[in-house]
């Protein structure tokens, strides 16, 4: 079984560009998530979807950061414009439902901000 | 506000020496605990969970973890390290109403000796 697929693996930018991140969750797969993971820290959700449609978006911040799952299977995370503290690893995970359900990681994108 | 607390930052550890993580929780019910491990560049693997019942419970890679409700801790164990389990190790549960949200403690850095 294929897990889930992230790409790129590295993006390195200068504050104020854009840049976007891609998932492709394990098939089968409803819910997808997308964590920050910054340095020294835990993996924070930003966002969750179930199918194509948002579940929690409570910490992701807005002004700057969008995602999308259009057609409920990959998914896209854009930060437009980027600041030096956005600097981390994007994660991305899925899971078969809602609920305590056990979520599968993909190997992250490393973002560094300059 | 629920959380996960993981006491320790680093912890270093001769090879073939036992092991023992800490993991505390705050949360007013039972919940639903896992442990990750993640190697440098690669996603959080899942090395076991607990969501109910026997409270120690076993993993892969010869890890196991005991729920501990008195103490509110769900500590990570292993008889015998192997300097391959050098890596970060999360600790994480749900929480939350309908157990949606996946907190992550910030994580204990294990590092083998020879």
């Known amino acids: 079984e294929a897990g889930v697929a992230q790409s790129p693996r590295y993006k390195i930018i200068e504050k104020r560009q854009s840049v976007a991140f891609w998932c492709n969750p394990i098939?089968?797969?409803?819910?997808l998530y997308w964590y920050q993971q910054i340095l020294g820290q835990g993996p924070k959700l930003l966002i969750q979807?179930?199918?194509?449609?948002?579940?929690?978006d409570s910490q992701l911040p807005k002004d700057r950061f969008s995602a999308e799952r259009l057609k409920g299977v990959d998914s896209t995370l854009k930060i437009q414009p980027a600041k030096l503290e956005d600097s981390a690893v994007y994660l991305c995970?899925?899971?078969?439902?809602?609920?305590?359900?056990?979520?599968?990681f993909g190997p992250g994108t490393r973002l560094t901000v300059l | 506000a629920q959380s996960v607390t993981q006491p320790d930052i680093h912890i270093t550890v001769s090879e073939g020496a036992s092991l023992e993580l800490r993991c505390n929780y705050s949360y007013g019910a039972t919940p639903y605990l896992f442990w990750y491990v993640q190697s440098p560049g690669q996603g959080l693997q899942l090395l076991l969970k607990y969501f109910s019942g026997d409270t120690l419970v076993q993993g892969i890679k010869g890890f196991e973890a005991e729920f501990k409700r008195s103490q509110s801790s769900f500590n990570l164990r292993k008889p015998s390290v192997h300097w391959s389990d050098a890596a970060e190790y999360f600790c994480a549960g749900y929480m939350n109403t309908g157990f949606q949200k996946l907190v992550f403690g910030t994580g204990t850095r294990l590092l083998v000796s020879p």
């Open positions: 979807f179930q199918n194509n449609g948002v579940v929690d």
């Open positions: 995970a899925s899971s078969l439902g809602r609920g305590a359900n056990e979520q599968f």
């Open positions: 098939s089968g797969h409803a819910t």
